[in-house]
Nanobody, 122 residues
Framework: QVQLVESGGGLVEAGGSLRLSCAASGRTSTMGWFRQVPGNEREFVATINWSGGRTAYADSVKGRFTISRDNSKNMMYLQMNSLKPEDTAVYYC??????????????????WGQGTQVTVSS
């Protein structure tokens, strides 16, 4: 069992930046960030492999968001720059054990955090 805790969400003006953190209770392999707006399906944002050497992003955030991890601390991060009002959502981190490829579908992840709210004002 792995527990995940997100932090770093908040209210920011359009064009601003936020850094989300995800703390894991133990070692993990592939990790990802997703987001969800009430009434909508959960949306893929970014994924990173175990070593951090491979990453992938949704087209909507490519060039603005950066996913990274620090395995010595069991931490994952999402640096979000040039934020837009359409980035407003609850952001979730997710992980799975024993997978080493990049994972884009939420159904393939086993463990989820409770989410952190990001609100971008126009």
């Amino acid at each position: 069992q792995v527990q995940l805790v997100e932090s770093g969400g908040g209210l920011v003006e359009a064009g601003g930046s936020l850094r989300l953190s995800c703390a894991a209770s133990g070692r993990t392999s592939t990790m990802g960030w997703f987001r969800q707006v009430p009434g909508n399906e959960r949306e893929f944002v970014a994924t990173i492999n175990w070593s951090g050497g491979r990453t992938a992003y949704a087209d909507s955030v490519k060039g603005r968001f950066t996913i990274s991890r620090d395995n010595s601390k069991n931490m994952m991060y999402l640096q979000m720059n040039s934020l837009k009002p359409e980035d407003t959502a609850v952001y979730y981190c997710a992980t799975i054990r024993g997978r080493f490829d990049l994972i884009y579908r939420d159904s393939e992840y086993d463990y989820w955090g409770q989410g952190t709210q990001v609100t971008v004002s126009s």
